[in-house]
């Protein structure tokens, strides 16, 4: 069995950043709980239909992940009572009129005894106007589903460099490979996983292409993976010059693009400690073992528990890329002189 040696704990838990909609905002508009905002997996009523308000808009909800794998609203969450527990109650699964489905986790903040606010994250576009019917619940999938979303992964057949400098497709690497480190030298691979996903919203990969981001060949990986840049000078504003960039958040629909559609094999490198690698040319991160990707473990890593890592501290607010030419910047940065 692998246990996980503990790092150095350098700085406090790293928040999950999740994107949410009030539960106030998707409301049945036919059906039993005719005029209700969708709630918990108790109260809901299978065969409503449910519709988004208009104007209706995705909301950071930033998590803190404790030691007993429980979660609280962060104290720089823009959504929420900073230090209110949230659980995850549900999956819920809707269908649209042309049978397209698509799922839904429900997360319910509590304070004190009681709920104070429900915030529900879709796993796919949602749209104003568009109806969706309650087709499935499960009590128990939305953990599951929230790690794989939050699960670092490379697309199959991106090479990763070894220790040796030799580059191998991702799938070709086996337990017990040197993969070269950026902080830490040469580290042994503990495990790999695979997983294959419907490519749409949370799971549809990104893109960045050749050169983008100085790469040497294309680069896909899953949306919340954070790659690792280098700033000669301060471009984006971070106040530091290394920082991590999920790359959902560099998608401009020219360089970077988000690529929706047919099934994805996800790729999952775990090492000791979380480490930045060389995939194509790009520092990224390994997969981080935390209380919001464990549950993607398998039962012989269900206790992998990584120690606070100080590449957490480098990641970037949205904010600070908002600009449409952010990649543009992030390069020009990492070049200037």
Not at 90 to 100: H, K, N, P, Q
Request: with cysteine; hydrophobic share 45%.
């Amino acid at each position: 069995m692998l246990h996980i040696v503990p790092s150095p704990p350098v700085m406090p838990a790293p928040a999950r950043i999740l994107s949410t909609i009030p539960a106030t905002d998707f409301r049945v508009t036919e059906g039993v709980a005719r005029g209700e905002a969708m709630g918990f997996a108790d109260e809901l009523v299978l065969d409503d239909i449910y519709q988004l308000a208009p104007g209706a808009g995705r909301r950071p909800l930033e998590l803190i992940g404790d030691e007993d794998d429980s979660f609280r609203v962060a104290a720089t969450s823009a959504t929420g009572t900073p230090g209110n527990p949230v659980v995850i109650d549900s999956c819920a699964t809707l269908m649209e009129r042309d049978g397209t489905t698509l799922e839904m986790l429900i997360l319910v903040e509590i304070e004190g005894t009681e709920a104070a606010a429900v915030h529900l994250m879709p796993l796919a576009p949602l749209a104003p106007r568009i109806d969706y019917r309650l087709v499935g619940l499960d009590r128990h999938a939305g953990t599951m589903r929230l790690a794989e979303a939050a699960s670092s992964s490379f697309l199959r057949g991106t090479r990763i460099t070894l220790a040796t400098g030799a580059q191998v497709a991702v799938e070709d690497l086996r337990p017990g490979d040197r993969i070269l480190t950026r902080d830490s030298g040469p580290r042994p691979l503990r495990w790999i996983g695979q997983t294959t996903l419907r490519a749409t919203g949370a799971f549809a990969p990104v893109l960045i292409r050749k050169g983008a981001l100085n790469n040497e060949n294309d680069l896909t990986l899953s949306p919340d993976h954070r790659v690792f840049i280098w700033q000669r000078e301060d471009r984006i504003g971070a106040g530091r010059a290394e920082v991590l960039v999920k790359v959902r958040n560099l998608v401009n629909g020219r360089d970077v693009v988000q690529l929706d559609g047919g099934f994805v094999d996800y790729f999952q490198l775990l090492f000791d400690a979380h480490h930045i690698i060389y995939a194509e040319g790009i520092a990224a991160e390994s997969l981080y073992a935390g209380p919001a990707t464990r549950a993607a473990l398998p039962e012989g890593l269900a206790a992998a528990r990584h120690g606070p890592s100080r590449h957490m501290g480098y990641e970037v607010k949205d904010s600070l890329l908002a600009p449409a030419d952010a990649v543009a910047l992030l390069r020009r940065a990492s070049e200037a002189r």
